[in-house]
């Protein structure tokens, strides 16, 4: 994912939106903004939202109220998305999925890029790839390939779900790589980094906030991280890219979404308060605990960049032969 999180372009984000965007912003609306998480209660993306939710709340003027909607690979609580009214007084917040599903499910109840109004990609949570420290002696890109390469199906990997992005960042480090491995999902990544430490899987790609104390404690070993930079909380571990596949380039991004026809003077109000709302201190504190990177992009960027996203995982997927009824 190309997004460069430097401060410096964070907090001159930040004054330009107050500037931009304070008169509306400080309007006061009683009636609260409803926010749909279509992922369940305790998941990286809902932790962000809800870290968020406060200053986002006093940048609007108005209560925020999230509400989860978890199912079908996020289908169910984007649905509830896509069927609100565009009044600006309900949004969501996607993830990766939303970008995938078209690829992989053979029925849409809705158009993934017509049905919804791009606000703002709002940032990421960085990937690294991880093995079992006891199962896998390899500790670099190349070391991985080498075993994987010496002992065909030998090796297996985990991931939350198939066809989840953990599963399709794997399946794009193993295409990059020229090797294979036996794919084993499970249902969500609780259970998956459960296994990958107690050696019943070998490696995988794991968001790095659900896998960095096991990473200290030794028993998993960081082979490297998947998008394009370094991560500050692991500052030793270079990039895939860095060691030789520089195609892979992948991180757990989110956005904020309306509904088709959401007015522009309401899509511009919801960005304009989470670009201020992301330059406070107390949302770079707890985005700094929870490993997660914030630069919002416009709307404008943001709906190049979901048609880019869309068109670059329909290729990954039909390489990994993913399909969901």
Do not use: C
Not at 47 to 65: E, W
Not at 83 to 110: C, E, L, R, W
Not at 195 to 218: E, I, N
Request: glycine share 10%; aromatic share 4%.
């Amino acid at each position: 994912m190309r997004i460069s999180m430097g401060r410096r372009a964070l907090v001159a984000g930040a004054a330009a939106a107050l500037a931009l965007g304070a008169l509306p912003a400080l309007a006061q609306n009683d009636k609260p903004l409803r926010v749909i998480l279509p992922v369940s209660t305790g998941s990286g993306v809902d932790a962000i939202m809800r870290a968020i939710g406060p200053a986002f709340s006093r940048a609007l003027g108005q209560p925020v109220v999230i509400e989860n909607l978890p199912g079908a690979g996020g289908l169910t609580g984007t649905q509830a998305i896509v069927k609100a009214a565009p009044d600006g007084q309900t949004i969501g917040v996607v993830s990766n999925n939303h970008a995938v599903n078209p690829s992989i499910y053979k029925k849409m109840p809705f158009d993934s890029l017509a049905d919804i109004t791009p606000i703002t990609v709002g940032g990421a949570t960085p990937f690294v790839l991880v093995a079992n420290a006891e199962r896998v002696p390899a500790r670099n890109v190349r070391e991985l390939t080498a075993l994987l390469k010496s002992r065909p199906d030998g090796l297996n990997y985990a991931s939350s779900g198939n066809g989840t992005i953990l599963h399709l960042a794997t399946a794009m480090v193993l295409d990059e790589a020229g090797a294979k491995a036996l794919h084993v999902p499970y249902k969500g990544v609780g259970p998956m980094v459960t296994d990958l430490v107690g050696g019943q899987v070998d490696f995988g790609v794991a968001s790095v906030p659900s896998v960095v104390a096991h990473l200290k404690s030794g028993k998993l070993r960081a082979i490297g991280v998947t998008g394009r930079e370094r991560v500050a909380a692991l500052p030793d571990v270079p990039t895939v890219a860095e060691q030789g596949l520089p195609d892979v380039d992948v991180a757990g991004w989110f956005a904020l979404v309306g509904p088709a026809r959401l007015p522009a003077e309401q899509v511009k109000r919801i960005y304009n308060a989470f670009v201020a709302a992301a330059g406070t201190p107390e949302v770079k504190e707890a985005m700094e605990k929870q490993v997660t990177i914030l630069k919002p992009m416009t709307p404008e960027a943001s709906a190049q960049y979901f048609r880019t996203e869309q068109e670059r995982y329909a290729r990954i997927v039909k390489k990994a032969n993913v399909t969901m009824e």
